[in-house]
């Protein structure tokens, strides 16, 4: 397979390339999609190759763009809709929930809703409360949307362009602190990953970190500090969390027998309980530790710095967990 | 209407303390000591300016993410600002808050809002609230030209018509929203138009123009008090600066565009104003500089030896 290093901002834009080429019927709006190539500056260049007809600028109106995305994406478009930033998908929650994510089912399966809406999530910026959440697990439990969550270049472009081809409604969400992440990406037209395939990020033995997009560097960062400590982790990110791979994630701890799992959703109500009842269930007889679930603290993310490090996991967490859990 | 010298002395020295401020936060933030975003309003002061001074104390606003200059004008307080946009626990906000959510409900500042039309809703329950309790309180609501398509503008104008709210609207059209014209975005001639649909009362003033804007704010802030309902004023004003700190603000505009706005500044064209009126010296107003200088820079002092919130504080004022 040929490789390009490239960042991950550069691979979602690769992505969006390549797909526009391939099908003439996508097309990209948001707010700032165009020139200015958004506000994180991730899709320089995309504006002068398609122009004003595919990469479009919009009012800042977000219910009627997701809105005008759902209408176009049922009636044989399939548009690519930009929501800068995560917090700023509840403006248009009743699009996607009520809309998007139903009218398949509702048409007896008449209708087909290829709408890709891409945003991002993360704190860590000092951006606050209304730029840093990570909301994910609001639209991972609405049936009917599929939602991916890459937590690296090759992953980011070979999901994104699964999101593209997919005939559902599909929300992909980029942690804005990894685009500068570089890494090797699969330059092939076709390279895409399918949904609902865990990736085994390290191989490992004694405890599995369970971890998604930015997560999965703070996992990756910790299992380096434990082998140092002679404990031996294995990092698995499902990388879509619908479908979740629940396989891999099971088989993985049937061998380790332990798990931490880490996403930066609130705790409560989240990613990480959906993911623990599932190992509970699939390894049950194996698990000699009780499984340790890391979230965001359960607060508004806050300004001030010393507060925000505060609300969202570290590798030190991580690593605390493992020490926890008295291995060796 | 002829406006008191004391009003005009007093705009001009709140439009000095807004830009002094702002050009702070530059300094402060390219010299690494505040993180996040910064929107600032150097340019547009005279619209927060011209707002504020028409209300009461016990009136409410509603501010954008480019707040500081409403903060200002309306009483916040020069070093609880900067330490909150700083991160330090003497802040306005405890430093929960930052720069896009600076808030003095002590003074009618319901916060500036990073959500683009997030004022909207609250200024017009502010408005409602003010009805039921039976003040005469009126509710600003700052917004930008950008915010003026969020469907929820649309919703609260009905709102607004249909209960005779006590709310003005007031866009700010520095006529770009991020990078994009306000035109390629915005249909009709003018968005002081869209309210007439509702039956509101609307008018276009010179953003620049500290007088025009609280003598149109004077007006609607009678109507509003008399129970006469809702105003929408459109101030044509201009950002002289980037979208935020970290955006030099050219590219997407011409050079010439940007030099023909501040040469007509807010701040000249009210101090020329005083002197042509005689209304003080030149001297005198320069002593309101240097007043202004001095304030800064203890607010400034201040911040900086102020401590950062203690980690237990995160999860309080989760709930009351
Ligand atoms: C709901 C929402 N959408 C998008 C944004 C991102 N954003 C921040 S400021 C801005 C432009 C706002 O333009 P305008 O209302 O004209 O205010 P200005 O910045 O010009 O003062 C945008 C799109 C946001 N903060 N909130
Ligand atoms: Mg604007």
């Excluded at chain 2, 002081?192 to 500290?210: C, E, H, N, Y």
């Excluded at chain 2, 004023?233 to 010439?256: A, L, M, N, Q, W």
Aim: contains cysteine.
């Amino acid at each position: 397979m040929s490789m390009r290093e490239m960042t991950y901002g550069e691979a979602v834009k690769e992505a969006m390339a390549e797909e526009m080429r391939r099908d003439p019927t996508v097309f990209l709006m948001g707010e700032d999609v165009g020139k200015a190539g958004t506000v994180f500056k991730v899709l320089l260049g995309l504006h002068d190759e398609f122009g004003d007809d595919r990469v479009i600028d919009t009012p800042i109106a977000e219910a009627g763009l997701v809105g005008l995305g759902v209408g176009a994406a049922l009636t044989g478009s399939r548009p690519i809709v930009d929501i800068m930033f995560g917090d700023f998908i509840a403006l248009a929650m009743d699009q996607i929930v009520n809309q998007a994510a139903k009218l398949r089912y509702m048409s007896g399966g008449q209708a087909i809703v290829p709408i890709t809406i891409r945003s991002t999530m993360g704190a860590g910026r000092s951006s606050a409360a209304q730029h840093s959440q990570s909301l994910h697990a609001w639209l991972a439990h609405i049936p009917g949307l599929k939602v991916a969550i890459p937590s690296t270049p090759a992953d980011a472009k070979g999901l994104f362009k699964t999101a593209v081809r997919d005939d559902n409604p599909v929300v992909i969400y980029e942690d804005k602190m990894m685009y500068a992440l570089k890494g090797m990406v699969p330059t092939e037209e076709d390279y895409t990953i399918p949904f609902g395939q865990a990736h085994i990020k390290r191989e490992g033995d004694d405890v599995t970190l369970i971890a998604t997009s930015s997560m999965v560097h703070v996992a990756l960062d910790a299992a380096d500090a434990l082998a140092e400590q002679g404990i031996s982790a294995e990092v698995v990110d499902p990388r879509t969390l619908v479908p979740l791979d629940r396989e891999t994630l099971i088989e993985s701890v049937v061998k380790t027998t332990r798990a931490v799992i880490i996403d930066e959703g609130y705790k409560s109500f989240g990613i990480t309980g959906e993911i623990a009842s599932t190992v509970y269930n699939g390894a049950f007889d194996y698990i000699d530790a009780p499984i340790v679930r890391l979230g965001a603290m359960d607060v508004p993310v806050p300004f001030s710095k010393p507060l925000e490090d505060a609300t969202i996991p570290t590798p030190e967490d991580v690593i605390k967990a493992v020490q926890d859990m008295k291995i060796r | 209407m002829s406006l008191s010298s004391e009003i005009l002395i007093k705009m001009y020295r709140a439009m000095l303390r807004i830009r002094r401020f702002e050009e702070q936060i530059w300094e402060v933030y390219t010299g690494g000591l505040m993180h996040g975003l910064a929107h600032l309003y150097i340019g547009e002061e005279a619209v927060a300016v011209g707002v504020c001074a028409a209300l009461r104390d016990d009136d409410f606003i509603t501010s954008t993410h480019r707040g500081h200059g409403h903060c200002v004008a309306k009483g916040g307080n020069l070093e609880a600002m900067m330490a909150e946009v700083m991160g330090r626990v003497t802040g306005h906000c405890r430093g929960k808050g930052g720069s896009m959510h600076i808030a003095d409900m002590s003074v009618g500042i319901l916060g500036a809002n990073g959500i683009v039309g997030g004022g909207f809703g609250i200024a017009t329950g502010a408005a409602l609230s003010a009805q039921k309790r039976g003040t005469d309180q009126v509710a600003v609501c700052f917004f930008g030209d950008g915010a003026s398509n969020q469907g929820i503008f649309f919703e609260v104008m009905n709102f607004a018509a249909i209960w005779k709210l006590p709310v003005i609207y007031v866009c700010e059209n520095n006529h770009y929203g991020e990078y994009t014209p306000t035109e390629n975005v915005t249909a009709g001639k003018s968005i002081a138009d869209r309210s007439l649909p509702f039956g509101i009362p609307s008018t276009t003033v010179d953003g620049s123009d500290a007088i025009a804007v609280y003598e149109a704010t004077a007006e609607a802030v009678e109507r509003a008090r008399k129970g006469d309902g809702a105003t929408l004023i459109e101030c044509d004003t201009y950002r002289y600066r980037g979208h935020h700190v970290g955006d030099p603000g050219e590219g997407y505009r011409s050079k010439e565009e940007i030099e023909s706005w501040m040469a007509k500044d807010p701040i000249q064209l009210l101090r020329t104003k005083i002197l042509d009126d005689n209304i003080a010296s030149g001297a005198e107003l320069d002593a309101e500089e240097r007043e202004v200088e001095k304030e800064m820079e203890n607010a400034l002092e201040a911040a900086k030896a102020a401590p950062y919130p203690d980690v237990e504080e995160v999860n309080q004022h989760v709930y009351a």
